[in-house]
Structure formats: structure tokens, C-alpha cells
């Protein structure tokens, strides 16, 4: 069965500093891969989606970025953080095709102090 | 691009009760409609799902309808329980996209 692993679950960074999430899915090949983010008892934002190794589409302009070294490897940076950036950052696979069900890693929680 | 609507924003229920989440959608080629559940602090779960050839679809107390020339589907709960308390989100997918569409949410609150 296929699995999604999200890392770090939590962490408090200072305003400037760097980012790094990771997220990598095991037991499928060609996933379609996926970064949300949440804020506080608000909906889901899509940030960016991969259909593959090097291709990334961006949904919002920002001061993230996000790469895909690997073909279930999914990486969220920021070389400074904003204080807007605290949140609840999702990960998410599903298969190639269009119109399939999204799946999602078990989040990260980041907060810009 | 597509676009969802999701109403309420919040639901008061008392247990027993039927809760009912309505979604409308623009693009007339969305084919996928999912409901995700979320708990306070953690990740939106799949709980239901439909495609675009189906008119309802039912798992024990959860069901959904579509409406393909209305554009809107609906998320029913019955028999309404503490647990089922959470945020529903209801979510499009447009045909040609790998991305889905979400609403905005619904807070449903299930008083014993």
C-alpha cells in the first residue's frame, strides 16, 4: 500500500531564517506530488504540484519554492522566512492520471517567531 | 479555472440529527468530487467520493448526491454523533487538471 511521509511534524523559526520540508511517498511510481498550506481555521491553499521530476507549478507567488530531486521526493524551501509564512503545511500525493483522490502526509506544523 | 462554493461555513447539530454540507462548482467538465473529514490538528482524511457518472452514492451513515445540471453536490450525515465532529471540506476536479479544487470548509459541530 502506498504511504506519504511528512518531516519535520513541528517547527519554530525565527523571522529571516531558512526552510526545509520533505516529504516522500513510498509504494507508488509517478505520483502527482502536492504542497497546501493551512492557516489557522482556514481553508487549503495549493502552493505547488509536480507531475514530475523537475517540473513544478507554482499557485501563488511567494517567497517559497519547491523542488523534486527524486520521483517520490518533494521538497518546501524558503531561503527567509516571513512571519506570514506560520502555518500548517501539507503534503500530498496522488496517482498521474487527472481526477483521482488526493492523499495527504500528516502535515507539518511551522511556526515564524 | 474552477471554482467551489461551500456552504455553511459552520453547522450546529444535536446528536441524532441529519447534517446536510452543500458544494457548487463552475466548470461543467469536472468528473471527480471528493469530501474530506479533518480533526482539529491533523490532516484532511478521503471519507466519501463520486464521479461525475454517479447520481448518489452511500457508505453507512454518509452519502453524497450530485447534481450534474445544477452543478452541486451535497454531503449528508445521519445519525449525527460526537466524532463526526470535525471540518468537512468538499473539493472539484477539473477535467485536464491533476489539481483539485477545494471549498472552503464547513465546521461541523455535533452537541451530545
Known amino acids: 500500500s502506498q504511504t506519504i511521509h511528512q518531516w519535520p511534524a513541528t517547527l519554530v523559526q525565527p523571522v529571516g531564517s531558512p526552510l526545509s520540508l520533505e516529504c516522500t511517498v513510498e509504494?507508488?511510481?509517478?505520483?502527482?506530488l502536492y504542497w497546501y498550506r493551512q492557516a489557522a481555521g482556514r481553508g487549503l491553499q495549493l502552493l505547488f504540484y509536480?507531475?514530475?521530476?523537475?517540473?513544478i507549478s507554482s499557485e501563488v507567488p511567494q517567497n517559497l519554492s519547491a523542488s523534486r530531486p527524486q520521483d517520490r521526493q518533494f521538497i518546501l524551501s524558503s531561503k527567509k522566512l516571513l512571519l506570514s509564512d506560520s502555518g500548517f503545511y501539507l503534503c500530498?500525493?496522488?496517482?498521474?492520471?487527472?481526477?483521482?483522490?488526493?492523499?495527504f502526509g500528516e502535515g507539518s506544523w511551522l511556526t515564524v517567531v | 479555472g474552477e471554482n467551489v462554493e461551500q456552504h455553511p461555513s459552520t453547522l450546529s447539530v444535536q446528536e441524532g440529527d441529519s447534517a446536510v454540507i452543500k458544494c457548487t462548482y463552475s466548470?461543467?467538465?469536472?468528473?471527480?468530487f471528493p469530501w474530506y473529514k479533518q480533526e482539529l490538528g491533523k490532516r484532511p482524511q478521503l471519507i466519501i467520493d463520486i464521479r461525475s457518472n454517479v447520481g448518489e452514492k452511500k457508505d453507512q451513515r454518509i452519502a453524497v448526491t450530485l447534481n450534474k445540471t445544477a452543478k452541486h453536490f451535497s454531503l449528508h450525515i445521519t445519525e449525527t454523533q460526537p466524532e463526526d465532529s470535525a471540518v468537512y471540506f468538499c473539493?472539484?476536479?477539473?477535467?485536464?487538471?491533476?489539481?483539485?479544487?477545494f471549498g472552503k470548509g464547513t465546521m461541523l459541530l455535533v452537541s451530545p
Open positions: 509504494g507508488t511510481s509517478n505520483p502527482n
Open positions: 466548470d461543467s467538465a469536472s468528473n471527480y
Open positions: 473539493a472539484a476536479a477539473p477535467s485536464g487538471y491533476s489539481t483539485l479544487t
Open positions: 509536480s507531475v514530475g521530476i523537475g517540473q
Open positions: 500530498a500525493w496522488s496517482a498521474r492520471t487527472t481526477g483521482n483522490t488526493i492523499y
